[in-house]
């Protein structure tokens, strides 16, 4: 017996799949479910969180609907993917913030961005707040630097402790049947696999999205995303590192690193969700997970609003709209960072750890094998 | 979709890997090509959608193939599961066009994989589809599409227009796009057995069949082999002859597919309703033998029969869909099952004492055997003692029939007369008797289905142009 609906769900079809195995050289779901004759709630929690929603295994299987076998295991993974999240949230009292994730987030959002301004307003006159700022140093004209990064560093820090809980407890959750123990070849392994979305792809011919014909969209837009967010973490971390070791304060030149980082990103970050928005919406909805949309749609939207009024800030800097925008941005940026444990962000952190865990069962198997 | 009502170069009746590879094959030869599968678009592809590999003659390993498999060796497995009841010139043509197939169907966007876990002794022989039977297929459809063959789903046909051996036009149950009458210089029949139409069976079988479940869809009725039959193709197979193996009795009546298999019948005894063994469990190999077990348990009273082992085995053989009926003693067991407890513990018991020690290892044909029982189990003969015990009840399930119409090299059909037809090829089940007179190794169909599909298509191009 599962603690969940959709966890029996899940059960039952693992156990369906389990005796056909036709999907095994598809991606790691299938492989590591192999692996296993009998599911606990960790192991369901530990293959859905494996599951990249590539669609393959619909489209291959025999027993999708309407076979009365009724096999939808990308719907079923993502349903208990997402509930996946909740329940390991910490600090527990926050999982319900997964429940309305759209709302909840475009609520935090909204009040993080006011905060900034009504901060921004409060704290300089008019004149500062409109005025024309340049060269180093002209940001913190509006915010004190410390200030800023003390904010942020503390936003910052709990977003990561309250990640870290949460992996520690899906982690302790899977540990089964090979210990809770992780090598350096297997983070290295998973850190491969994820940067270049090897289970995005059905198999090798694409992912299966609006129809039963295969494109690789979803990847190059989610490539486009992801590596834009981490340009423009990069830029950040440069920057601080100017700030700090070098002395140097922002706004930089549009030839410096920190920008150059930056507006690529930026520019990853505006197409790469506007594609993968647009292949959302176009989903087969038996494909989907219909009440997740608005933690998905959320986060998207969270990641081209950075991005948007990042790139805004860059083209606008030198202008009076740059109070305004400047709050804008840190608003945008502050909720996403304070949202990050409790939104679509999580899919990154928990589907990397699933890899980990795949790349080590791998690994002690064919060591097993060697023996 | 295209006027239905123009005259198609080759029109290919069915809508499986036989038909669409003759569909590709005809359409890359430069014919107009229309497929009328009978189903609707889900169930397209008939048992198709079930298989997960191919055996291919080769020469070397390859990077899905573990070791060389010759045109001989193929050979030789098909003389001897066969019995000799095959076209000794047909069959080695179809082995050795097989050894091209492997790269042919890749040209037509087929993915290959290594065998699948818990296959692994089909290594060396069987090429796996990555993603099974139903991704072939989808693949097959995209590249017919995209080259320009046309497809109609629920598509019947319910006749068709014959005269002395040519084939005229092909009439449909719906109109489609105004159509019922279809006509085309060439036909190829790539529309399966009829293991789905019981009601026939039952002309062979007698009320047997009611107990049969069939392992594809509803759809594959033969409604196109009686067609061609009725109006002068010669038949070829004995109509009892099918390709059976035991499925779990509580599987759906049809279409259960793959997954309702078992693979444990080394790993026990078999035992039918009068809870009597029948036949030597560990006669060999299991895929070797796997194709047996449904004409054994077919033969048997009410077409019933039990797998019963112990909880020492239980974890030796893949997962299966239904789980295995439990029970703390033998007795038990058979009350589940409405079987004599005092006659299963009798069997098992007889069983048991006739277990000689051996070392065993299911990969090999042991030593472990019984001495002095009536029907022996030669190989992988263990005591079943050890509490609880299980049980799987399995019935035949039929995959796919083997009376069809005679063919020669070309893929033509031949007429009652012996002669040639003018312009009709068949590939696939619907000819598979040519080939397998009785009896199957893994994958043979699928075999069947590329090598005599790609073949009728490209000759049924070429027969429409002339």
């Known amino acids: 017996m599962h603690g969940t609906k959709i966890l029996e769900e899940a059960d039952r079809l693992m156990t369906v799949c389990n005796s056909c195995r036709y999907c095994e050289g598809l991606c790691a779901v299938f492989p ?28 291959d299987c025999q027993f999708s609907p309407p076979h009365e076998y009724n096999v939808n295991v990308p719907q079923t993974l993502a349903i208990a993917r997402a509930e996946s999240y909740a329940a390991y949230a910490w600090p527990r009292a926050f999982s319900g913030v997964f429940a309305r994730n759209g709302f909840a987030i475009a609520l935090i959002a909204a009040l993080s961005v006011a905060a900034f301004i009504f901060g921004f307003a409060a704290f300089n006159d008019h004149a500062v707040l409109y005025g024309v700022h340049t060269g180093p140093g002209a940001f913190y004209a509006l915010m004190p630097h410390n200030a800023m990064a003390a904010l942020f560093g503390a936003a910052f820090l709990y977003a990561i402790l309250a990640l870290v809980m949460g992996v520690r407890a899906f982690w302790r959750d899977i540990g089964e049947p090979v210990g809770n123990k992780a090598d350096a070849g297997s983070l290295f392994q998973a850190m491969r696999d994820a940067g270049e979305l090897r289970y995005l792809d059905g198999g090798g011919v694409g992912c299966f999205n609006e129809d039963d014909k295969p494109t690789d969209r979803r990847k190059i837009f989610h490539h486009l995303t992801f590596y834009g967010f981490a340009f423009c973490f990069a830029a950040t971390s440069v920057a601080t590192l100017y700030h700090y070791l070098l002395a140097r304060e922002a706004p930089y030149a549009w030839w410096d690193l920190p920008v150059v980082l930056g507006t690529l990103g930026g520019l990853g970050l505006l197409i790469g969700p506007i594609g993968l928005l647009s292949e959302k919406f176009k989903r087969d909805p038996v494909l989907a997970d219909a009440k997740r949309m608005g933690m998905d749609v959320a986060f998207i939207a969270m990641l081209f609003l950075t991005a948007l009024t990042g790139i805004a800030l860059l083209l606008l800097r030198d202008t009076s709209a740059m109070g305004p925008l400047l709050a804008l941005h840190l608003g945008v940026v502050f909720a996403l960072f304070i949202t990050m444990p409790y939104g679509k962000f999580v899919h990154g952190i928990y589907r990397y750890v699933a890899l980990v865990r795949y790349a080590r069962e791998r690994r002690m198997m064919l060591h097993g094998a060697a023996e | ?53 191919m055996r291919c003659a080769h020469d070397a390993a390859t990077d899905i193939l573990t070791g060389p498999y010759t045109e001989q060796e193929f050979w030789d497995d098909l003389l001897r599961l066969t019995g000799g009841q095959t076209d000794e010139e047909l069959a080695k043509h179809m082995i050795r066009e097989s050894k091209d197939i492997l790269g042919w169907v890749v040209e037509q966007g087929v993915r290959w994989q290594p065998s699948l876990g818990g296959t ?72 399966g057995g009829f293991e789905a139409n019981i009601e026939w069976l039952k002309q062979y079988w007698g009320d047997a069949a009611d107990n049969f479940l069939i392992r594809g869809t509803p759809y594959n009725r033969g409604s196109i082999l009686k067609l061609l039959l009725d109006k002068g193709v010669q038949e070829v197979g004995d109509p009892t002859q099918c390709h059976a193996v035991a499925i779990d009795a509580r599987a759906p009546k049809f279409d259960g597919g793959i997954i309702t298999r078992h693979d444990s019948v080394v790993f ?12 030597d469990e560990g006669e ?128 033509r059909m031949l007429m009652k007369d012996g002669k040639p037809s003018a312009n009709m090829f068949a590939a696939g089940e619907i000819m598979a008797g040519n080939v397998l007179g009785k009896g199957y190794a893994a994958g043979i169909g699928m075999t069947i289905g590329s090598v005599f599909g790609r073949i009728a298509g490209r000759e049924a191009a070429q027969n429409a142009r002339n």
């Not at chain 1, 590591?32 to 393959?56: I, K, V």
């Not at chain 2, 239905?4 to 107009?32: E, T, W, Y």
């Not at chain 2, 026990?268 to 036949?279: D, L, P, Q």
């Open chain 1, 32 to 59: 590591a479910m192999e692996m296993r004759r009998a599911f606990s709630d960790g192991d369901l929690n530990y293959l859905a969180n494996l599951c990249h929603a590539c669609g393959a295994c619909y489209t």
């Open chain 2, 1 to 53: 979709m295209v006027d239905l009502g123009q005259k198609f170069d080759v029109l290919v009746i069915g809508g499986g890997n036989a038909a669409l590879c003759a569909a590709i094959s005809a359409r890359r030869s430069g014919a107009s090509v229309l497929v009328l599968e009978g189903a609707p678009k889900f169930y397209r592809g008939g048992n198709t959608r079930h298989t997960r590999n």
């Open chain 2, 120 to 191: 692994l002794s089909l290594g060396r022989t069987n090429s796996f589809f990555l993603g099974g039977g139903r991704a072939m297929l989808n693949a097959l459809y995209l590249t017919a599409e995209q080259i320009g063959v046309e497809i109609a789903y629920d598509a019947e046909v319910t006749d068709l227009k014959i005269q002395d051996g040519m084939f005229l036009s092909a009439t449909l149950k719906r109109p489609i796009g105004g159509a019922t009458e279809i006509r085309a210089s060439a036909l190829v029949a790539a529309a």
């Open chain 2, 268 to 279: 026990g005894i078999v035992v039918n309703k009068h809870a009597e063994r029948f036949y």
């Open chain 2, 284 to 411: 060999d190999i299991w895929p070797k033998r796997y194709a047996i077990w449904g004409r054994l348990v077919a033969a048997q009273p009410d077409q019933i029969a039990y797998i019963i082992f112990d909880s020492s085995v239980l974890t030796s053989f893949m997962p299966t869909l239904f789980p295995p009926i439990a029970a703390g003693s033998i007795a038990e067991l058979a009350g589940k099952f409405e079987l004599d407890a005092a006659a299963l513990e009798k069997t098992v018991a007889d069983f048991n004492a006739a277990v000689r020690p051996g070392t065993f290892d299911h990969t090999i044909l042991d030593d472990c055997r019984t001495e002095g029982l009536t029907p022996p189990k030669t190989h992988w003969a263990r005591r079943i003692e050890t509490p609880p015990y299980y049980a799987y009840p399995v019935r035949p399930g039929i995959t796919f029939t083997y009376l069809g119409t005679r063919v020669n090299r070309e893929a």
